[in-house]
């Protein structure tokens, strides 16, 4: 997009779980995750309702790409159409109607023909105050290892938008927590309704937040490689003579036929043909990386940065001159980084029941040095008992003992007796 200077418009972003219920004895829990979004202008730069923005007309490409199956003589009517009311392949509007909605007027003229078109158009339309549907959890009762683990979506335990039963399938938690003792080796799944599909994390390093130790996970290159690099991604190119490279997923499968793409921002982790397309895109990995860090003991994230690019996927199409110079080009329109940081006061709780698990962890070492350590005062005290209590000390003198006068048969001598005799 284009702006005269550089902005960034900062919001409160709050997601707490209502309908919390629980399910099957304890063993599943039912919750909805509510969205919404509170502007920070002191902390913005820029004000939204007076910025302007210049991008892509995305409700003309999304009525072209509609219409690309409907032939040419259906084309060419709404081309004509489009001409009339003086639509371009580009539009400008504030950047809060292009967030929060505006009245399009090609949109206003189909919703003639076919009543159930919306009429307004915003990337973020409908989004504050919405809830992606009813998640069942996992409470982890019967085992500690099910934790967070999603057991349906929606009511369905499986997608029905991509071509296999694997790019189908909802894996993980929902990124909110995990099961505790997390391994350095293990792959943690996550399910994003965001972009209609799972995906997964690796171990990346060991980071220390607000002094609580932490793993950090990131999504790997396999995640958004495409399939002929990656076969897990196969079924997410529905359109098998036209899938699209390394770091880009198609979702338009799941936004009513708009050609909305999804990739991390600058195309990091994608192709490089992608960011050579565009001037000033250049993929860094520390700043455009996602990452969720987790205290490996309990499970919980306390801290996570997840950073997305929404793009176009631009094609000529036939019947509609606007397109004739389009190549296929993945053009940027928004880049969302959404960042949390455990609270102070949450990170000294977490703090103490780190400290009270390791004291239990460790409690029988403590009790067997414990043990060792009365034994040694016990042998000292006894030794030092016996090294101090009074002893009877003896002596031996000799006493002479008066002559005995025996038989005349006896030799006449004298006896020298010896007898012990005490003293106190």
């Known amino acids: 997009h284009k702006t005269k200077q550089n902005r960034t418009y900062i919001t409160n972003h709050y ?91 090609l949109l206003t003229r189909l919703k003639t023909i076919k009543p159930d078109t919306d009429e307004y158009f915003g990337l973020m339309r409908n989004k504050n105050g919405s809830d992606d549907g009813e998640f069942v959890y996992h409470t982890g009762k019967q085992n500690y290892l099910d934790f967070g683990r999603i057991y349906t979506w929606k009511g369905e335990k499986m997608l029905s938008l991509w071509k296999t039963n694997q790019s189908n399938m ?88 708009a050609p909305v793409v999804v990739s991390f921002p600058h195309f990091h982790l994608g192709a490089e043909r992608y960011a ?18 987790l205290n490996p003991t309990m499970g919980v994230p306390v801290r996570a940065m997840k950073r997305a690019q929404i793009n176009i996927h631009l094609q000529r199409v036939i019947g509609f001159p606007l397109t004739r110079n389009l190549n296929g080009t993945i053009f940027p329109i928004l880049f969302l980084n959404e960042s ?36 040694l005062v016990c042998i000292i005290l006894v030794i030092r008992f016996y090294q101090n209590k009074p002893s009877a000390k003896k002596d031996t003198s000799y006493a002479p003992v008066s002559a005995k006068v025996d038989d005349q048969d006896e030799k006449n001598g004298t006896y020298i007796g010896m007898t012990s005799v005490d003293k106190s």
Not at 248 to 257: A, I, K, M
């Open 340 to 375: 949390v940081v455990i609270d102070d006061a949450s990170a000294a709780r977490i703090q103490k029941l780190l400290l009270i698990v390791t004291l239990v962890s460790h409690f029988p070492l403590v009790l067997g040095a414990l043990g060792v350590i009365l034994l």
């Open 170 to 257: 909802i894996n993980g938690s929902d990124g909110s927590g995990f099961h505790p003792f997390l391994s350095k080796e293990e792959r943690l799944n996550v399910f994003t309704p965001d972009l209609c599909r799972s995906i997964h994390m690796r171990f990346e390093k060991e980071v220390e937040v607000k002094g609580i130790p932490a793993y950090r996970f990131t999504p790997p290159r396999a995640v958004l490689a495409s399939g002929k690099n990656n076969p897990e991604n196969e079924g997410f190119c529905l359109t098998p003579k036209n899938c699209l490279d390394d770091g880009v997923l198609d979702v338009s499968v799941c936004r009513n036929g």
């Open 15 to 105: 997601r707490p779980k209502r309908n919390v219920t629980f399910v099957d004895n304890g063993e599943k829990v039912s919750a909805y995750t509510v969205k919404s979004f509170v502007f920070l202008h002191e902390k913005s730069v820029g004000d939204p309702k007076v910025d302007m923005v210049t991008t892509v007309n995305i409700p003309a490409v999304a009525v072209m790409n509609r219409l690309k199956s409907m032939g040419f003589w259906v084309s060419s009517g709404v081309s004509m159409y489009m001409g009339s009311i003086g639509t371009t392949l580009f539009m400008t509007h504030t950047v809060e109607e292009m967030l929060w909605g505006f009245k399009d007027p």
């Open 276 to 293: 050579k397309a565009i001037d000033g895109i250049s993929p860094v990995h520390e700043r455009h990386q996602t990452f969720l860090d």
